[in-house]
């Protein structure tokens, strides 16, 4: 534990320093606070995240996922259930691990964009993802603002089909650095949209168009990588003359506190 605390405070100076110089250099709200509202929110997250939100998030998947992997490899020989997994055959887990490795990045964003809606359209589901829509000034640092049962949910959308398809399940472990760093820098305090790609990959003046309160912008760019996906579902919204300018959620009512964000949508469906 102490060990991961000393890792965790390591990388948070280390972005700090490096997402600092990148919004002093490119910002797309010029002026914003470095000393913002919710920053003390936002740091308790960062250690909450990895700590506690991933440990239920791996709880909940195993315990879903095994029950599925024990009926597909019913009757194969092998000493444990990860073996049995690694010597199980489909076509598309006799496939190059590169090949593999890109429908996955395709197949972890189409099953992202679609729960992604899911907890924006759905009532019940939208009083967790709330709270990451909480920050009222959007930086990197914004990112790690993530709701447990948000989280599990993602998640075991995301992992299911990996196991049933038979894909390499190692890749998964590989992409979440990276798929992690990657969404950290969507929501930064940057202008880049990058250009002739602006469709091809997601950018952060893209996902920021997702975090405002403008009216324009509401319910819009879903995809966490592929904005493309937006562009057939009907949800692009990526202006070329402007970027978003105010954040947050209409009307307001998350608290502005770890342990209370935590309980906001227990007590927000109580009042309901």
Request: net charge positive.
């Amino acid at each position: 534990m102490v060990a991961r605390l000393v890792v965790l405070v390591a990388v948070l100076a280390v972005l700090s320093v490096v997402f600092g110089v990148l919004e002093w250099l490119w910002p797309s709200v010029r002026g914003q606070r470095r000393r913002r509202p919710g920053l003390g929110t936002d740091i308790a997250w960062w250690f909450w995240d990895p700590l506690v939100n991933k440990t239920i998030s791996f709880i909940g998947v195993v315990a879903v996922v095994v029950p599925i992997a024990l009926v597909l490899t019913a009757g194969m020989e092998g000493d444990t259930l990860k073996a049995k997994l690694e010597a199980r055959e489909t076509w598309l887990s006799a496939q190059p691990l590169w090949l593999q490795s890109l429908q996955l990045l395709v197949l972890f964003d189409v099953l992202g964009y679609w729960s992604h809606r899911a907890f924006h359209r759905v009532e019940m589901l939208w009083r967790y993802h709330a709270v990451h829509h909480s920050s009222r000034e959007l930086d990197w640092l914004s990112a790690v603002r993530v709701h447990p049962v948000n989280e599990l949910g993602t998640r075991v959308v995301q992992s299911v089909p990996v196991v049933v398809l038979g894909y390499d399940t190692s890749l998964v472990a590989a992409f979440v650095p990276l798929l992690a760093f990657y969404a950290i820098g969507l929501h930064a305090n940057l202008r880049w949209n990058f250009g002739w790609f602006k469709y091809v990959i997601a950018s952060p003046v893209f996902h920021r168009w997702h975090h405002t309160t403008e009216l324009e912008g509401l319910d819009r760019n879903f995809a966490g990588m592929f904005p493309v996906l937006d562009v057939v579902f009907g949800t692009l919204y990526f202006p070329k003359d402007r970027q978003p300018l105010e954040f947050g959620i209409l009307g307001d009512l998350v608290p502005d506190n770890l342990l209370r964000q935590i309980a906001y949508p227990w007590k927000a469906r109580a009042r309901a």
